[in-house]
């Protein structure tokens, strides 16, 4: 399955819901929030959205700032 | 001494409020704002490295529990972005504060002001409590607070520029016709900067460039948080009239 994530093309093998994909990037969901296609996933959704080939997935937290 | 300022019931200790950007380290970032005693801090949304993830988190060094984690919009230049950072950074879970900038121009950092009124109606209806960045402009201010502005948040100076208030005559104009808390954000170089907005009746000073560009930000810090008290203590106090002439602080009575 072709993903863009965060403006990256990545290739990920097998059925991947958001929860699965943070797993998989190694990253802590409680830090983050995700877009898929434009549209919010809300936290408690993320076990449940199931991604698919295609899908332009971003993944934000917070950094510095003023 | 109770005087504290309270916005949609949330009760801040302290009226300086400071920014997390442009500092050497988190490290130095969590010294900086323990110094400065401020209980807000500013934060930015943006994309998570997917590349590294062991990078540190921001919130590892400012723990959500002991600070008021206030997400900017910052970088935003229309309306729709505006509102697209403002819901991703509620759906973090740790706050429903936003602090609303929508950029109008590269060069100044000036807001879009028609751009920022749509953005805080439409983020106010939606729940957000909307704290919106404005020019030091009196009439836009009433018009944000009729849109749902918790608090209105003009700029004493460009964005980083360090000029100070250029406008205190505005700033008490937004004051004194303004139904919320007026918070004086951005463009401050100094501690005497945070206590002129203070005393001229400012209810908090948001700062980040000010403390961390200043050649030992700590030691900033602290002085931010005494310019904050300091100036708030002298708008309680009343200052004395300005006079032409002067009056002689010592009696004529008695005179030989």
Same mark, same amino acid.
């Given at each position: ?10 290739? &990920?093998?097998? +059925? &991947?819901?958001?929860?699965?994909? &943070? ?21 408690? +959704?993320?076990?449940?959205?199931? &991604?698919?080939?295609? +899908? ?11 | ?20 950007? %442009? ?14 005693? =401020? ?13 590294? *993830?062991?990078?540190? *988190? ?63 109606? /439409?983020?106010? %209806?939606?729940?957000? #409590?909307?704290?919106?960045?404005? *020019? ?11 849109? !749902? ?7 004493? =100076?460009? /964005?980083?520029?360090?000029? !100070?208030?250029?406008?205190?005559? *505005? #700033? %008490? #104009? #937004? ?6 808390? /007026? ?17 001229? @009746? ?51 009575? @008695?005179?030989?």
């Amino acid at each position: 399955m072709k993903l863009m994530i965060n403006g990256n093309e990545t290739v &990920l093998q097998g +059925d &991947l819901t958001v929860t699965g994909l &943070l797993q998989s990037l190694q990253i802590e969901p409680a830090r983050v929030a995700v877009e898929v296609n434009m549209t919010i996933v809300k936290r408690c +959704d993320f076990q449940s959205h199931a &991604l698919k080939d295609g +899908d332009n997935v971003e993944i934000v937290n917070f950094v510095g700032g003023g | 001494m109770d005087d504290k300022l309270v916005i949609r019931g949330i009760e801040f200790r302290s009226r300086l409020w400071v920014g997390t950007g %442009k500092y050497k380290d988190f490290e130095e970032t969590a010294r900086a704002i323990e110094a400065s005693g =401020a209980d807000v801090v500013t934060v930015a949304v943006r994309r998570t490295n997917i590349f590294d *993830n062991r990078s540190e *988190n921001l919130l590892d060094y400012i723990d959500p529990k002991r600070y008021k984690i206030l997400p900017n919009t910052a970088g935003c230049y229309t309306m729709e972005d505006a509102l697209r950072y403002a819901r991703l950074a509620r759906e973090t879970g740790v706050s429903d504060l936003i602090k609303l900038e929508v950029i109008g121009d590269e060069k100044t950092l000036f807001p879009d002001a028609c751009a920022t009124l749509k953005a805080t109606e /439409i983020l106010a %209806k939606e729940g957000f #409590i909307v704290l919106p960045y404005i *020019n030091d402009d009196p009439v836009m201010a009433l018009r944000l607070v009729d849109a !749902g502005a918790a608090a209105v948040m003009p700029l004493a =100076a460009p /964005i980083g520029s360090g000029l !100070g208030i250029r406008n205190p005559y *505005n #700033i %008490k #104009i #937004i004051l004194e016709q303004a139904r919320v808390p /007026i918070v004086v954000d951005a463009g401050v170089g100094t501690a005497s900067d945070v206590a002129l907005a203070m005393e001229l @009746g400012c209810d908090a000073v948001l700062l980040n460039t000010a403390i961390a560009g200043a050649k030992d930000p700590i030691a900033m810090a602290e002085a931010m948080k005494y310019g904050v008290m300091a100036g708030r203590m002298a708008y309680k106090a009343g200052r004395i009239a300005r006079k032409l002439y002067a009056t002689a602080s010592s009696p004529i009575e @008695g005179m030989l």
